[in-house]
């Protein structure tokens, strides 16, 4: 292991909960997140102004260790004063540390892994990337409280304030069963632990489960809107998805091999390297046991693999010259030599398949239906977060 991995596998963390932050849309940034340039005006609307990042080492040695929880509470706290960055509709209220746990969250974007002399390797933070990154975070919370601004006052205009009571008990259900996965996989043995995996990178349950909650209350606003507007995925779209994009339900090729490597090192002449691999590849063709041959006469590792090859599908195959052979050898039989700048390689392809189209399934239905369906709600969200920037009301409080 590298001196750099536990740099790696903390940085990469919360990696899950970032997915969980927004809708269930593909990639690892929340869904919904404005496609516009950063402080580019949102039409209608004020611009996140850029705050500037709170002080903290550029640098961490690479001997640091996680704090216990008390101390990673402690370093957490610093200042206790409870800094609103912004005030949504009369009430929507967003702290400083509701922005910087979800900015946290994307710790990857703008923490980097440094070399430093006599191998010693720090972790730098790009303090303008980060900054950056915080008033994209800023933006999208502000976004988000704007919707659901928009959805309580609907409510209670229509008499229907006890719906925002259900609504808020389905989301705090969603969000406390997205957490527990999160433990789940985190391999977190109690709630002391989970907290101080999630106080590693600085974040907190109270925020996070938050986060959560209020995510799922406006993804079931843009839902229902959806309804509202009879909008909607049918079975015609979902075929004409299908038939368009061939690519994306096509069973790639794959194929199971074995190999034996003969290094030209350990012959006189290469042309004796040859002559040598050339007469085992025989006697793989004519049957004999290919693990025996493999053990007897491998150079390389596969010997060690009971001469399993590396590699199942075209572009994973190692080496990189064994390819064309391994997919155009029939099953159960032995290809010709592959010759590589080390040496000879003795190809046998014990089970191959070709690439083929995956059939019209209802699994493949149900999936191009929930792709679609999350396309639908990224557009019903864009829009209406576009007609709430010009007649709600946002304040922007600076730092003092």
């Known amino acids: ?21 927004g809708c269930q849309s593909g990639g690892g940034s929340p ?24 002080q903290a080492p550029t640098a961490v040695p690479v001997s640091f260790t996680p704090p216990t929880v008390k101390a990673a509470a402690a370093a957490l706290a610093g200042d206790p004063r409870i800094k609103v960055v912004a005030i949504v509709g009369l009430r929507n209220t967003i702290t400083d540390q509701e922005v910087w746990e979800a900015a946290r969250q994307r710790v990857q974007e703008y923490v980097n892994i440094v070399d430093g002399p006599k191998g010693q390797q720090t972790l730098v933070r790009d303090d303008a990337k980060a900054k950056e990154i915080y008033n994209d975070e800023l933006k999208r919370i502000v976004e988000r409280e704007l919707v659901l601004d928009e959805m309580e006052a609907k409510l209670k205009k229509a008499g229907k304030a006890a719906v925002m009571d259900q609504i808020k008990e389905y989301a705090g259900s969603m969000a406390d069963r997205r957490v527990q996965a ?17 106080a590693i990178q600085g974040l907190t349950p ?5 986060q959560l909650e209020r995510q799922v ?35 790639p090729a794959l194929a199971v091999w074995q190999h034996i490597f003969v290094s030209a090192n350990r012959f006189p002449t290469p042309d004796a390297a040859r002559e040598h691999a050339e007469k085992v590849r025989a006697e793989a063709a004519r049957g004999a046991d290919f693990v025996a ?17 590396t590699g199942n599908k075209k572009g994973e195959i190692r080496p990189a010259e064994a390819e064309p052979v391994v997919f155009s050898t029939a099953n159960n039989t032995v290809g010709p030599l592959v010759e590589t700048p080390t040496g000879y390689h003795i190809v046998k392809v014990v089970a191959r398949e ?9 699994q493949v239905q149900d999936e191009i239906r929930e792709k679609l369906m999350r396309k639908l709600q990224d557009a019903e969200y864009q829009r209406i977060v576009g007609e709430l920037w010009q007649r709600g009301v946002v304040r922007f409080n600076p730092p003092s």
């Open 1 to 21: 292991m590298d001196a750099a991995t536990p740099f790696r596998r903390t940085l990469g963390l919360l990696a899950p909960l970032v997915v969980a932050a």
């Open 293 to 309: 041959l493999c053990k007897q006469h491998d150079h390389g590792f596969a010997a060690m693999q009971k001469g399993e090859g």
């Open 217 to 251: 209350m406006a993804d079931e606003y843009v839902r229902n809107s959806l309804r509202e507007r009879g909008k909607t995925i049918g079975i015609g779209d979902v075929r004409r998805y299908y038939d368009e994009h061939p690519e994306e339900f096509t069973r």
């Open 206 to 210: 109270a925020v996070i489960r938050r």
């Open 354 to 362: 070709d690439a083929r189209p995956l059939p019209y399934t209802e």
């Open 31 to 54: 869904a919904y997140r404005s496609q516009s340039p950063q402080n580019e005006p949102v039409p209608g609307g004020p611009v996140a102004p850029v705050l500037p990042v709170p």
């Open 182 to 198: 999160f433990k789940n996989r985190s391999k977190a043995k109690s709630e002391d632990d989970f907290r101080a995996i999630l």
